[in-house]
Each structure stands twice: as C-alpha cells, then as structure tokens.
C-alpha cells in the first residue's frame, strides 16, 4: 500500500492553485522530482497542498536544507 505521507512535505498554497501549477513550481524551486500531489481546504479556508517527492529525494533533507526543520 502506498503511504502518501511517506516522503512528503505540506505547504500552504494559493487557494487559486491548480495540482499542475504547485507541482511545476514546487520542482523548479527546490530542483525536485514530484511524484504526487493532494490538496484540501481547511476549515480556515487555507489549501494545503501534500506533496508526494519521488524516492530519489528525501523530504527529510529537504525540508533541512530550506530550513523548516
């Protein structure tokens, strides 16, 4: 079974923002492979977006490098 949050990073994005448009931004930003993206709106009525990166990239050392964590 494929877990979705395995590997993966959420932002909050623009509530005008398609699938297509986060992932094309998201791999050009930080030069990454995207391998799936959900999105919901919260009860506040901000989009997030779970960004799903392919094998070869660890949301991990992400998320250091640009220093979310």
């Not at 079974?1 to 398609?18: C, K, P, Q, S």
């Not at 050009?28 to 709106?41: A, D, E, G, Q």
């Not at 506040?44 to 991990?60: C, R």
């Amino acid at each position: 079974m494929d877990n979705m949050y395995e590997n993966a990073l959420i932002f909050i994005v623009d509530r005008r923002a398609t699938k297509h448009e986060i992932k094309n931004a998201f791999e050009k930003l930080y030069k990454v492979k995207v391998v799936k993206i959900n999105t919901l709106i919260t009860p506040q009525g901000k989009k997030k977006a779970f960004i799903k990166l392919s094998p070869e990239h660890s949301a991990l050392d992400l998320a250091t490098e640009v220093g979310i964590i």
